[in-house]
Each structure stands twice: as structure tokens, then as C-alpha cells.
């Protein structure tokens, strides 16, 4: 099953903190992912604030295009939990 995001908020630079259907949440620091033409331009905290949850994909994006899988996060954030 794939995991689906249902909230974000921005805590403070690059951290996130995530929530998922299946109630798993934590923080995650976003900042040494922000590599590559999609995601350099959020690498400027104004854009990095735009982040939403897709309401279709249930992962995070931002209005530049630039997403990540699920899967990713939902890994990132167990390890750090």
C-alpha cells in the first residue's frame, strides 16, 4: 500500500512536519534534498513555505512542480520517529 500524506506544516527553514492516513507522523528535514532544477528554486524559504498536500497524489508539492514520492517520506520520517 502505498503511504498517503494528509497534512503538512512548515516548522521552521527546510523542516516539515508530516502526517499520514495510517497516523505515522514526524518531523523531516527537507534541506539536503533540494538538489536538481526542480527543486533549487526552493531552496529560497518564500517557495519552500508554498509546500500542500495533493489532494489526489497525497504527497507533498509545490506550485513550481516539484513533488516527492510518498514512499520517500513516509521511509524518512520512520527512521527519524
Known amino acids: 500500500m502505498t503511504p498517503k500524506v494528509v497534512a503538512v506544516r512548515l516548522l521552521s527553514g ?3 512536519h508530516l502526517r ?3 497516523g505515522t507522523e514526524g518531523d523531516l ?3 539536503g534534498e533540494l538538489w536538481g532544477p ?3 528554486p526552493l531552496k529560497d524559504p518564500a517557495r519552500f513555505a508554498e509546500v ?3 489532494p489526489e ?3 507533498l508539492v509545490w506550485p513550481n512542480g516539484a513533488d516527492f514520492a510518498p514512499e520517500f517520506l513516509y521511509a524518512k520520517v ?3 520517529a
Do not use: I, K
Request: avoid cysteine; glycine fraction near 0%; hydrophobic fraction near 50%.
Open 29 to 31: 528535514d527537507l534541506a
Open 78 to 80: 520512520r527512521v527519524a
Open 14 to 16: 527546510y523542516t516539515l
Open 38 to 40: 526542480v527543486f533549487e
Open 52 to 54: 500542500r498536500v495533493h
Open 20 to 22: 499520514f492516513a495510517d
Open 57 to 59: 497524489l497525497h504527497t
